[in-house]
């Protein structure tokens, strides 16, 4: 009877492995086969980070959020409109 219990407790564990095993396996694949020559990397240039090469197509990114208006001096924070 011990063997029955201890071969149940077996099936969730290799189960477990073999989901893990295949998808393990999907994501190799869609890593090498993903179509871009090059993965680029980032530099960091002037106190921020930009991405060099890769498969990023910057006409299709939105555009970027412009610049809110820097405090006048002297001014605190909470004062301005």
Known sequence: MAGVTRAAGMVPLVGALAAAAAL???AVFSATSAG?????QY?????YVELIGGCV???????????PPA??????????Q
């Open 36 to 40: 871009c020559a090059s993965p680029g």
């Open 43 to 47: 530099v960091q240039r002037d106190g």
């Open 71 to 80: 405090a006048p001096k002297g001014e605190p924070a909470f004062m301005q």
């Open 57 to 67: 197509d910057s006409s299709q990114l939105p555009p970027a959020q412009p610049k």
């Open 24 to 26: 393990a396996g999907v």
